[in-house]
Protein backbone atom coordinates (compact mmCIF):
# COMPACT_ATOMS: atom_id res chain seq x y z
CA UNK A 1 0.00 0.00 0.00
CA UNK A 2 1.79 3.30 -1.17
CA UNK A 3 1.24 5.34 2.18
CA UNK A 4 1.97 9.42 2.52
CA UNK A 5 2.32 10.19 6.31
CA UNK A 6 2.90 14.29 7.36
CA UNK A 7 4.57 15.19 11.03
CA UNK A 8 5.97 18.46 12.29
CA UNK A 9 2.92 20.60 12.20
CA UNK A 10 2.33 22.65 15.34
CA UNK A 11 1.37 25.63 17.02
CA UNK A 12 4.45 28.42 16.36
CA UNK A 13 4.11 32.06 16.84
CA UNK A 14 4.15 34.78 14.18
CA UNK A 15 7.67 34.80 12.77
CA UNK A 16 8.33 31.79 13.86
CA UNK A 17 9.88 28.45 11.90
CA UNK A 18 8.01 25.00 11.45
CA UNK A 19 10.03 22.32 9.03
CA UNK A 20 7.46 19.40 7.89
CA UNK A 21 8.00 15.93 6.83
CA UNK A 22 6.25 13.13 5.01
CA UNK A 23 7.40 9.87 4.89
CA UNK A 24 6.69 7.80 2.21
CA UNK A 25 6.24 3.86 1.81
CA UNK A 26 7.21 3.64 -1.53
CA UNK A 27 10.26 4.78 -3.47
CA UNK A 28 10.07 8.64 -4.70
CA UNK A 29 12.55 7.97 -7.90
CA UNK A 30 11.21 10.65 -10.31
CA UNK A 31 7.80 11.95 -9.11
CA UNK A 32 6.72 14.95 -8.57
CA UNK A 33 6.01 16.14 -4.98
CA UNK A 34 3.87 18.77 -3.66
CA UNK A 35 2.73 20.56 -0.33
CA UNK A 36 -0.73 21.65 -0.05
CA UNK A 37 -2.87 23.17 2.45
CA UNK A 38 -6.35 23.85 3.24
CA UNK A 39 -8.65 25.88 5.47
CA UNK A 40 -11.82 25.36 6.55
CA UNK A 41 -14.38 26.33 3.96
CA UNK A 42 -11.94 26.94 1.47
CA UNK A 43 -10.38 24.83 -1.21
CA UNK A 44 -7.00 22.87 -0.89
CA UNK A 45 -3.97 25.47 -2.41
CA UNK A 46 -1.27 24.62 -3.81
CA UNK A 47 2.05 25.76 -1.79
CA UNK A 48 5.07 24.47 -3.43
CA UNK A 49 6.04 21.33 -5.62
CA UNK A 50 8.65 20.01 -6.87
CA UNK A 51 10.03 17.89 -10.18
CA UNK A 52 12.48 14.90 -9.32
CA UNK A 53 13.27 14.36 -12.56
CA UNK A 54 13.87 17.88 -13.98
CA UNK A 55 14.62 19.93 -10.33
CA UNK A 56 12.15 22.45 -11.09
CA UNK A 57 10.16 23.74 -8.47
CA UNK A 58 7.29 26.16 -7.95
CA UNK A 59 6.15 28.20 -4.97
CA UNK A 60 2.54 30.11 -4.15
CA UNK A 61 3.40 33.93 -4.15
CA UNK A 62 2.08 33.79 -0.42
CA UNK A 63 5.00 31.44 0.49
CA UNK A 64 7.83 32.44 -2.41
CA UNK A 65 10.94 33.31 -0.14
CA UNK A 66 9.64 32.39 3.28
CA UNK A 67 9.15 27.94 2.20
CA UNK A 68 11.39 25.87 0.93
CA UNK A 69 10.47 22.60 -0.15
CA UNK A 70 13.34 19.58 -0.09
CA UNK A 71 13.92 15.88 -0.97
CA UNK A 72 15.66 13.50 0.83
CA UNK A 73 15.56 10.80 -1.77
CA UNK A 74 17.78 7.69 0.75
CA UNK A 75 15.23 8.15 3.35
CA UNK A 76 12.28 8.57 0.79
CA UNK A 77 11.31 11.79 2.53
CA UNK A 78 9.55 15.20 1.53
CA UNK A 79 10.35 18.27 3.73
CA UNK A 80 8.73 21.58 3.62
CA UNK A 81 10.60 24.57 5.82
CA UNK A 82 8.17 27.19 6.67
CA UNK A 83 9.99 30.75 8.41
CA UNK A 84 8.48 33.49 9.08
CA UNK A 85 5.15 32.10 9.52
CA UNK A 86 2.62 34.23 9.53
CA UNK A 87 -1.24 33.66 11.10
CA UNK A 88 -2.61 33.39 6.99
CA UNK A 89 -0.37 30.10 7.16
CA UNK A 90 -2.49 28.21 9.08
CA UNK A 91 -3.84 25.44 7.47
CA UNK A 92 -3.90 21.73 7.52
CA UNK A 93 -1.08 20.74 5.55
CA UNK A 94 -0.71 17.57 3.08
CA UNK A 95 1.82 16.18 1.24
CA UNK A 96 1.25 14.69 -2.32
CA UNK A 97 3.17 12.91 -4.97
CA UNK A 98 2.53 12.63 -8.43
CA UNK A 99 3.84 10.58 -11.81
CA UNK A 100 6.76 11.21 -13.31
CA UNK A 101 7.29 14.66 -15.19
CA UNK A 102 10.24 17.05 -16.28
CA UNK A 103 8.12 20.05 -14.69
CA UNK A 104 5.78 20.21 -11.14
CA UNK A 105 2.44 21.39 -10.87
CA UNK A 106 0.73 23.15 -8.11
CA UNK A 107 -2.62 21.63 -9.29
CA UNK A 108 -4.83 18.85 -7.17
CA UNK A 109 -5.26 17.19 -10.17
CA UNK A 110 -1.81 15.78 -11.37
CA UNK A 111 -1.46 14.55 -7.97
CA UNK A 112 -2.75 10.26 -7.11
CA UNK A 113 -1.16 9.74 -3.68
CA UNK A 114 -2.12 11.90 -0.53
CA UNK A 115 -1.13 12.13 3.28
CA UNK A 116 -3.76 12.55 5.65
CA UNK A 117 -2.37 16.45 7.00
CA UNK A 118 -0.83 17.74 10.14
CA UNK A 119 -2.29 20.85 11.34
CA UNK A 120 -0.49 24.17 11.34
CA UNK A 121 -1.47 26.88 13.60
CA UNK A 122 0.41 30.43 13.49
CA UNK A 123 -1.05 32.39 16.38
CA UNK A 124 0.52 34.43 19.47
Known amino acids: QWQLVESGGDLVQPGGSLRLSCAAS???????VGWFRQVPGKGREGVSC????????DYADSVKGRFTISVDIAKNEVYLQMNNLKPEDTAVYYC??????????????????WGQGTQVTVSS
Open 50 to 57: LSLIGGSG
Open 96 to 113: AAGAPAPYCSRSQSDYHN
Open 26 to 32: FRLNYNV
